[in-house]
């Protein structure tokens, strides 16, 4: 069973940067995928980015891709989602999630955290 608890949300004008964090419990997080999801007011969740265990692999959706960067610290039992150059339509809240293996598609990801708010002001 893992465990996973974001931190790091919080209000921030057009333009600005946040770091999200998600730490997850349990012994085998080194191998395990990790992604991060969000939803906004009104809307389905979507798929942000995600990356395999061994950091050998990264998916990120194409409204993201110069912007955010998702990185993991094995060690930590941690995986990062680097923001920059937030819009306001990057508001919702944000999810980690893990999964066997690396996907896009939240079916496949067994195990979910409670969500960091994220809201950026124009």
């Known amino acids: 069973q893992v465990q996973l608890a974001e931190s790091g949300g919080e209000l921030v004008q057009a333009g600005g940067s946040l770091i999200l964090s998600c730490v997850g419990s349990g012994r085998s997080f080194s191998s395990i995928a990790m992604g991060w999801f969000r939803q906004a007011p009104g809307k389905e969740r979507e798929f942000v980015a995600a990356i395999s265990g061994g950091h050998s692999s990264i998916y990120k959706t194409d409204s993201v891709q110069e912007r955010f960067t998702i990185s993991r610290d094995d060690a930590k039992n941690t995986v990062y989602l680097q923001m920059n150059n937030l819009r306001p339509e990057d508001t919702a809240v944000y999810y980690c999630?893990?999964?066997?293996?690396?996907?896009?598609?939240?079916?496949?990801?067994?195990?979910w955290g409670q969500g960091t708010q994220v809201t950026v002001s124009s």
């Open positions: 999630a893990a999964s066997v293996g690396l996907a896009r598609y939240d079916y496949l990801y067994m195990h």
